[in-house]
């Protein structure tokens, strides 16, 4: 047992080097789906909630596996021995020891049905928080404007307060494990008492023997409650990854379906025809919508904020897909096209700025990475 010990810190750095190699494809991974998925999954998530699976979730599956891993291992190994020491001293007091583990079982699954959604709520909960905090600070000046920082701090409270109560109870719950697990223990103890006084009174087994069983006995508890006193961890760690899985799992925006697009032989003749199209389906907000810009023309499409501006810019892009009608680019359905080609053929400044990290040439050629100076220049 020393020995496994002994390697298994050997190897403990390495270990942890692999969690966080576990980490680092957990992150790109995710990155890599963000830019994978289509518009509407970003429409009904927050920026902070999406955040979080790369920095909490991600955080928490390579903590817990870095810390329970170890753990794990050194108590199959040390249970592993001490069984076959305690078999090779009274295999009938090792059969009465090993039939409380069954019921330890037992009840600790049942605990756990009960605190593993509250585990899940809980990093849900902290995700809502995140987007709270992301909000809140990337729209301070917003916030401040109109006065709405007693409103801000409210709802962050309210946030706060509820993440606060899901993990008081998470863990309380959670936490009777590790009692459950010393009560099963001091049970077997006095099993391994009484059966091995009848033992030795009719001159089966020795006092020395039976000293040695308690002692081994009391080795093959330890591990169990090791596990039992990592049980939240695990449990959090389970829970962070569902939650990075689910996402993983996330339906992706069609790619490379359509016909390729030729950028350099687009006209610009572009025809709304019958357009029907709804975020909700059964809450249509276009209806038969008709509208057509020949080549070369200058179009303004005006309206209050909703009436739909924006939602046309996205069916142009294929952000979303109509939903009745049809939109043609030079005579062919928007839909027969390949996604990313049909993007190039179009340039689209937001309301809202986004500027990435870089020079201002960077973000003006954002699109194109290959326009030169000149061309730059001419842009601004």
Known sequence: ?????????????????????????????????????????????????????????????????????????????????????????????????????PLSGIIVSQIMRRTQPLFKRRQASLAEVNGMIEESYGGHTVIKVFNH???SVEEFA???????????????????????????SNISYVLVAVLGGYAASAGRITVGNIQSFI??????????????????????????????????????????EGRPVDADRARGDVELRHVAFGYDPQQPVIHDLCAHAAPGRKIAIVGPTGAGKTTI?????????????????DGEDIRTLDRSGLRSLFGMVLQDTWLFSGTVADNVAYGRPDATREEIIAAC
């Open 158 to 184: 309210r946030l706060n307060d509820e993440l606060y109560r899901i993990s008081r109870r998470s863990e309380f719950l959670g936490g009777f494990i590790q009692p459950v697990m010393d009560l099963m």
């Open 1 to 101: 047992q020393q020995r496994c010990r002994a390697g298994l810190e050997q190897h403990r750095f390495p270990l942890r080097q692999g969690c966080q190699r576990i980490g680092a494809r957990l992150r790109s991974d995710i990155n890599a789906k963000l830019h994978r998925l289509p518009m509407k999954y970003f429409d009904t998530r927050t920026n902070g909630e999406i955040l979080s699976y790369i920095t909490n979730d991600v955080d928490t599956v390579t903590q817990g596996v870095s810390q329970s891993v170890t753990q794990i291992i050194t108590s199959i190994t040390t249970v592993i021995g001490v069984l076959y020491m305690m078999i090779s001293i009274n295999i009938y007091m090792t059969a009465a020891v090993l039939l409380i583990l």
């Open 149 to 151: 920082e007693a409103a």
């Open 313 to 329: 810019v996205k069916l142009l892009m294929r952000f979303y897909d109509v939903q009745g009608g049809g939109i043609y680019v």
């Open 215 to 256: 002692q081994y006995s009391r080795r093959l508890s330890q591990p169990i409650n090791q596990v039992a006193r990592i049980s939240n961890t695990l449990q959090s760690t389970m829970a962070a990854a569902e939650r990075v899985f689910a996402m993983l799992d996330e339906e992706e925006e069609p790619r490379g």
